[in-house]
Structure formats: C-alpha cells, structure tokens
C-alpha cells in the first residue's frame, strides 16, 4: 500500500461519509418529489430547470435510479423538455462518479482485483461508445454500478459519457412521458410507458446480442471486415 493509494482510499471514504452527513443533515433529503417540484421548480423558469438538474446530477450521481429524476422532469416540464433535462442531469451525474472512481478508486481495485478489471477492460474499452450505448438500452443493471466500474476501467471518457447520453434517450422519454400532464388519462399513459419499455428492452437486448454475436465472428475470423454489410458494420 503506497502513500498514494493510502490517500486517496481515506478521501474516498471520507466523500462516501460527507455525503451519508449532508443527505441526513440538509434539506436534500426530501428534494425529487412532486412537493418539492411544486414549490421550487415549476413556474420558476431558469431558475428552476438549473436548480433540477443540480439536484438531479447529484441524486444520479450518488446511485438514485435516473428513471425517477425523469420522470419528476416529465412532470415538471413536459415530455420533450422533461426528456432533455432529465437526460442531461443522468449524464452529467455519470461524468460525476465516473470522475470520482477514476481518480479516487481505480488505484484500489488494481491493487485488489487486478485480474477482474483486466477483463472488464477488455470488455469496455474497444468500441467503447456503441457498447455503452448497449448497455444503456437494456432494462436490467445499475446506472451508477456501470459508472463506477467504467471509471475504474481504462475507457476514455468522452465515448463513454457520450454514449451514455445518447443511450439514456429512450427510457428517459418513457419516464417523462409517464410522469407527464399531458392530456391523456392517467392509466393510458402508464399503459403507453410500459409497452415502449418493453419495446425498448426488447430492442437493446436485441441489439447487444446482435452486436456480440458478430463481435465474436469478427474475433474468431469468420467474418472479415470487407464482408460486413453497412447494417451490420453500424452496430460495431
């Protein structure tokens, strides 16, 4: 254990207690309802939408599912703004814990699990930007999981968080649809949330496993690069 490993494993620790304090201590605990939006969110303009999408960075950023930051957004600005803010509150919160594992954790998971994060490597860091998109359709994983193991990976952070944002797309706009006032009853919009994430689901997964099936052809030699036709290419 070096002097800076040692360093850095005492800020991380003491960030993850700054923050258990300051949720318990401060209003923030109860900001990101519909009481909270009321009061200090609608109407309010600028203001306002600035004063969402810092409290959503954060919620997002500490493991808060950004599904619940969009839809509170659809229900604060509408669908389409709704589904712009809460996107940008999702990827700037995954620039946030991205950053922080980069440089406060990625020295303590090398030392500990150095075989483990040579294999997340291999997994993350070619394609980078189409596997994230991947991963961000799919219905199933942990937002801020995926986040700090990208940061402790070796994954250049441009494509990563690009195409976390690009991939968050769809679901956000599900959630902001269904925490939306527009001028639908309410049971048929959860009725049209639920089966656009099915079909949202449905296409991420088949996506990534399109995706990986070629990847593995690719890697085995079976298909070469001249025979990959434009859909197929699109997907690599």
């Not at 923030?28 to 200090?40: N, V």
């Not at 803010?85 to 990625?106: E, K």
């Not at 925490?179 to 994430?197: M, T, W």
């Not at 088949?206 to 699109?234: K, T």
């Amino acid at each position: 254990m070096t002097p800076k490993l040692v360093i850095r494993s005492i800020a991380l620790f003491a960030l993850l207690i700054g923050i258990g304090v300051l949720i318990k201590t401060t209003s923030l605990g109860d900001m990101l309802d519909k009481d909270w939006i009321d009061q200090a969110v609608r109407g309010h303009g600028l203001k306002g939408e600035i004063l969402f999408i810092a409290v959503g960075v954060f919620f997002t950023a500490v493991g808060l599912p950004r599904q619940a930051v969009a839809f509170l957004a659809g229900y604060a600005f509408g669908i389409a703004l709704g589904t712009a803010i809460s996107v940008l509150a999702a990827a700037m919160g995954c620039l946030v814990t991205f950053t922080v594992a980069r440089y406060l954790a990625r020295d303590l998971v090398v030392h500990r699990f150095p075989e483990k994060l040579r294999r997340l490597d291999a997994f993350l860091s070619e394609n980078t930007f189409t596997t994230t998109i991947l991963i961000r359709f799919l219905p199933l994983g942990s937002n801020v999981l995926t986040n700090l193991l990208a940061g402790v990976s070796s994954v250049r952070i441009v494509p990563f968080v690009s195409g976390s944002a690009l991939g968050y797309v769809p679901q956000m706009l599900i959630f902001a649809i269904a925490g939306s006032g527009f001028a639908f009853e309410p049971n048929l919009r959860l009725a049209i949330s639920v089966v656009l994430f099915a079909v949202s689901g449905g296409m991420g997964l088949w996506l990534y496993r399109r995706y990986r099936d070629n990847h593995h052809l690719q890697n085995a030699g079976v298909v070469e690069a001249e025979d990959v036709g434009p859909s197929e290419a699109a997907t690599k």
